[in-house]
């Protein structure tokens, strides 16, 4: 329970609507409660025949009392499910914001299944404590006190013997209700299983197709949907029981009403009127003898909830960095200074000394899993170095403030990640206050043009399943547009062109050599074209760095990149064959 | 900046208004089960007479033993004695009657469910590649699930449950109508009422949920979406941005609950006004009746009684409405797959099953994808019987397709492929590929153990022959390294395994069916030379005295093969042994010339 504590501050900062709340719960039991005195009243006088009021206005005063119950029942609800509404609202809030603060490696070791789920059910399940739960506690101790003043005062006899089924249906419920919460939990995990299967089937329809192994697939479902039902079965053999228990209890406090009630009234200790009475305090007393049980589980549920949202909001974000309202402009000289970086415990670069000018375009080889998308990821601080340092214009990332550092940065990563709104919201992504004339500009330089005037609103089209699907270099290029949208000091490309084809690729180069004039450049590629005018080429070799030097230095080394050119010249006459 | 709208699967419309041919074709699905139905439609029928007999009990216990004076208070409370007992029998019979009725709704749901998802799912397997490449696989998974467990609510909460809300309804109006028709008139002047506001409520609170559903949806997909892309959004510098455009959807969605917790505050203090209205009638009608002489004081009480059990029948109707749209949309949904004719099948009378004698032949074969993008042009081939061919050529020349051509996974559109002269669309599908043993580009393993993955379930192979067929394939000894053998359960994909081992598993899986033809589609990524080895040597093996089909991305793989054939834009280039081909230059010789250099290139590169 002590997870719950932690919602206190969401709760203060609604205290004057829970405390509104409140005050409408009490006034609507209080409302509620005395009209069953009115019929006992009307039903007394009619059986004694001496009526002391006509009958309508006995008529009217129950009317009159349900419309001031319900106005109070009205603000009840509104009041304090809406603010546990707001609760929510803040929480996810809070949750989003702090989500932002992680760094890279919080999202590559967390399952963003395991993020959505805490964003959505775990939520749901504290919101239902903070609502329902906290209103039907209220609810039900309003009506327990006072109608159990007005029955006792009645007849405390009769009031005492006929609430012995309540505390059982109150157990009942709750007992019921974990259980039920079990067994639902089997059901899901078998759903889960079945669309499992249904997935693998489905994906690996051409091995079963191949193998003829249809039939056993049909089996093997046949076997998982039998177990589905079972399981659904078993919980409703028990979710079965929930409605004709609850409508025995009552009905058996119905039966001693009626039998004790009226042995009261054969021997004139209770009025018929009383009798009455005391069957309509019955059915407004059924829900709160429920609601006790069912809030306890709502309880359970959101502590349980409660906690695995905190350990979202418990993790710390390792990147932290000063935050530095005036800076002087980066300028765009890096230095890595004998950087290691270690991966869950695997190196991945190894003392790594790397001057670049500002200015300056180095470019990076090295087979996959060499470490150069790693050495790029290092300059923005996606990830921190494990030893040594990285400097810009002179002075150590870690004193600069994150958001100064990045806006001097124009990375296009390897994956490219777009979001699924227009064209244009993607690449002024980089920068919102980006005008028409620079966007202009970028798609040019980007070799953007051409395929906006092919897709169906230009650049008001939105990316993505809903909106046209781009091929991987479209893709890209919006990726590099987006970047350049920054107007950045440093621009780094992490085999940014991959899927672009030879000839734009070229284009794009072209086009960017004037643009990266006077700012620093690191380009990743595994083509060669793409590096050779670089002002250096650094090639590395399982994290460390094996060769420098410009092109026509290294073709000569007999080394790796004297290799790769080879190769790639002769892919590249294979191209050129038809 | 405006952010746009996150992606919601909008293709899924959640409602629709009724539609018989539909709900009929819905309902032939109760047919198996009608016994059940009945009986179910039976002690619906004896729950609501019991329903209605509680309050009726309890009139007989005010007119004859409570409120009457006239008898003698020992024989009084001795009649109540009797009454109470009654009221227990009662209390009793609705428990088992109202259990049972619910065991046996839900089963029949369940049964229906079962029924429903073979269905589908058997019909999934009938289909052909083509469907699955149109439709994406969270699509159809949706049919079998989410679809079906739409309809489930309908059979175990709807069509039967409207029976039971009628029948508590209609007797609820006969008892009172009984107790006394004038005070039940007057008093059923609420039920309009009641109708209208339930009506104007479940319409409103219906429109407020689809928005709450849309919003939510809208805001889960830019969650998911900005958490996937929290590089992007770190690199950009898009915290503050993105988290004003969620705080924004947030608030969007706050704000459709906020309407609907409006709507439930409204609706519940209006129904119990309505509820007091009804009382305050019984109260003053009543009265007077009881003044008259014409309403005796147990008819009152069970009128009031009788007047609470309005309201929940009738809210259940009106939800049941919404429950029938929803299935009207997912049934559509599924029927729609369900009528989706198997593209790929077998002749009427398909030839007898016979061992494979003389050759594959492709006869001037073309082959699209779609339209006139032809991947295969004019292809004739001939391999016969033990010979071993491989297809060379670079990434888009129609080697796959070759492949997938011959498992008749695909139809030709031109042309014709026969084996030994018998033309494949003559032949039952299953018993064509059971011929052939495949091994392809990407090995897909299931999840569970490596015996089901290489038995893939097939019992009458014995589990020496799973064995036998491993080692052959160089997988035995790996499995044995695992502490569980052939027990071992693969994670998801085999994410464990290496790309050789997974490739070894694929051989043993498809040499333990010990097939005629036998058909490799290399991986292309790399492996490690000593698994490479491995792979090498069980090829070797495998492949002697066997028919086959080699897609060889590595040349090394081939040089011992019968005939190469050089495939280029879906055209055959060139043809003949390793040796012969390097001779003439062409473009194998290129092919493999490039193949050596990255040899050289210890490390490799994708290149």
Known sequence: MRELLRLRPYLARYKGSFAIGIVHVFLTNVFTLISPLILMRAIDELRDGALTRPLWVYASIVVVLALIQGVFRFMMRKVMIGASRKIEFDLRNDLFSHLGSLSVAYFDRTRTGEIMARATNDLNAVRMFVGPAIMYVANTFFTLVIGLTLMLRLDWQLTLLALLPFPLLSLGVKMLGSRLHDLFQAIQEQYATITTHVQENITGIRVVKAFVREEEQIEGFRVLNREFIERNMSMVRLWGLFFPIMGLLTGIAMLIVMGFGGFRVVSGNLTLGGFVAFTSYLGMLTWPAIAIGWVINLIERGAASMKRISEILDEEPDITAPEIAEAPPIRGGLRLDDVSFAYNGEPVLEEIDLTVGEGETVAIVGAIGSGKSTLLRLVPRLYDVSRGEILIDGVPLRSLSLSHLRSAIGFVPQETFLFSMTVKENIRFGDPSLSDEQLEEICRLSRLTPDLDKFPEGWDTVVGERGVLLSGGQKQRIAIARALARNPRILILDDSLSSVDVNTEEAILVGLREYRRGRTTLIVSHRLSAVRDADRIVVLEEGRITERGIHRELIRNGGFYSRLYERQKLIRELEDLE | ?607
């Open chain 2, 1 to 607: 900046m405006s952010w746009g709208d996150p992606v919601v699967p909008d293709e899924e419309v959640l409602q629709k208004s009724l539609d018989w041919d539909l709900f009929r074709r819905l309902l032939r699905y109760l047919r198996p089960y009608r016994g059940r139905v009945i009986l179910a439609i039976g002690l619906l029928l004896v729950l609501s007479g019991l329903a209605i007999l509680g309050p009726y009990i309890l009139k007989l216990a005010i007119d004859r033993s409570i409120a009457n004076d006239s008898l003698d208070a020992s024989l009084r409370v001795s009649m109540l004695l009797k009454f109470s007992a009654f009221y227990l029998c009662v209390l009793m019979l609705e428990f088992v009657t109202r259990y049972g009725q619910m065991i046996l709704t839900t089963l029949v749901g369940q049964k229906v469910m079962y029924d429903l998802r073979m269905e589908i799912f058997s019909h999934l397997q009938k289909l052909s590649l083509t469907y699955f490449n149109r439709n994406p696989v969270g699509r159809l998974m949706t049919r079998v699930t989410g679809d079906v467990e739409v309809l489930n609510e309908l059979f175990t909460s709807g069509v039967v449950q409207i029976f039971g809300d009628l029948f508590l309804l209609g007797g609820i109006v006969a008892a009172m109508m009984l107790l006394d028709v004038k005070l039940a008139l007057v008093v059923f002047t609420v039920l309009p009422v009641i109708f209208i506001a339930t009506g104007i409520f479940r319409r409103r609170v219906r429109d407020s949920y689809r928005d709450v559903r849309t919003r939510l949806a809208k805001l889960n997909a830019f969650l998911q979406e900005s958490i996937t892309g929290m590089t992007v959004i770190h690199l950009f510098g898009a915290e503050a941005r993105s988290f004003d455009r969620f705080s924004f959807l947030n608030g969007d969605h706050r704000d459709a609950h906020l309407r609907t917790v409006f709507y439930y505050a409204v609706f519940f203090p209006v129904i119990e006004v309505i509820g007091a209205i009804a009382t305050a009638l019984i109260i003053w009608y009543g009265g007077r009746g009881v003044l008259s002489e014409t309403l005796t004081f147990g008819a009152l009480a069970a009128f009031l009684q009788y007047a609470t059990h309005f309201f929940r029948p009738i809210r259940d109707l009106s939800e049941k409405y919404n429950v029938l749209q929803s299935a009207m949309a997912s049934s559509e949904r599924i029927f729609s797959l369900l009528d989706t004719e198997p593209r790929i099948v077998g002749p009427e009378k398909a030839l007898p099953f016979q061992p494979f004698q003389n050759a594959i032949e492709f006869d001037n074969v073309s082959f699209a994808y779609r339209d006139e993008d032809w991947v295969l042009c004019d292809i004739s081939l001939t391999v016969k019987k033990g010979e071993r061919v491989a297809l060379v050529g670079a990434t888009g020349s129609g080697k796959t397709t070759m492949v997938n051509l011959l498992g008749r996974f695909y139809d030709v559109q031109k042309g014709a492929i026969r084996l030994d002269g018998i033309d494949l669309r003559d032949m039952d599908p299953h018993d064509l590929r059971r011929r052939m043993g495949t091994v392809l580009q990407d090995v897909f393993l299931f999840s569970g153990s490596v015996d089901r993955n290489i038995r893939l379930g097939d019992d009458t192979i014995s589990r020496e022959e799973m064995k036998e067929a491993a080692r052959i394939a160089n997988a035995h000894t790996f499995i044995e390294r695992f502490s569980d053998g052939y027990e071992h359960e693969l994670q998801e994909r085999g994410s464990g395994l290496s790309t050789g081992e997974k490739q070894l598993l694929a051989f043993s899986r498809a040499l333990v069916f010990n097939p005629e033809i036998f058909i490799l589609d290399e991986a292309t990524s790399n492996i490690d030379s000593e698994t490479e080895h491995l792979i090498q040597e069980a090829l070797e093996r495998i492949l002697v005295g066997r028919t086959s089909l080699v897609i060889a991305h590595r040349l090394s793989t081939i040089q011992n093969v019968d005939r190469i054939v050089v495939l280029h834009h879906g055209e055959i280039r060139e043809m003949g042994t390793h040796q012969e081909l390097l001779r003439q230059g062409g473009l194998y010789k290129r092919l493999y010339d490039l193949e050596i250099r990255s040899a050289v290139e210890s490390t490799g590169t994708d290149g």
